[in-house]
Nanobody, 124 residues
Framework: QVHLVESGGGSVQAGGSLRLSCAAS????????MGWFRQAPGKEREGVAA????????YYADSVKGRFTISQDNAKNTLDLQMNSLKPEDAALYYC?????????????????WGQGTQVTVSS
């Protein structure tokens, strides 16, 4: 069992930055892949970024490439998402996910554990 708690959400103007953090506890392991997803009202939960535990490779949705950076601190059991140059369309509830059970990474059904989410609002 893995328990995930997100933090760092808030309200920013377009062009601003936020850093989300996810604290993991329980049966954590650096071998397990983790990711960030987001869900805006009326839309399906979409994959934002992921990091593969075994290799450290990172993957991003096309819409955030070059603006967002995912990172992991295995010693602290934290997963961060640095979000720069935010756009109004980035506004959503952001979720941390852990333990990818199968591919592709950006299908929310393929992650086993989820946090409660942290809200990001971007004003134009």
């Amino acid at each position: 069992q893995v328990h995930l708690v997100e933090s760092g959400g808030g309200s920013v103007q377009a062009g601003g930055s936020l850093r989300l953090s996810c604290a993991a506890s329980g049966d954590t392991s650096s071998r397990y892949s983790m990711g960030w997803f987001r869900q805006a009202p009326g839309k399906e939960r979409e994959g934002v970024a992921a990091i593969y535990g075994s290799s450290g490779s990172t993957y991003y949705a096309d819409s955030v490439k070059g603006r967002f950076t995912i990172s992991q601190d295995n010693a602290k059991n934290t997963l961060d998402l640095q979000m720069n140059s935010l756009k109004p369309e980035d506004a959503a509830l952001y979720y941390c996910a852990a333990r990818l059970t199968r591919f592709p990474w950006n299908d929310y059904r393929n992650f086993r554990y989820w946090g409660q989410g942290t809200q990001v609002t971007v004003s134009s």
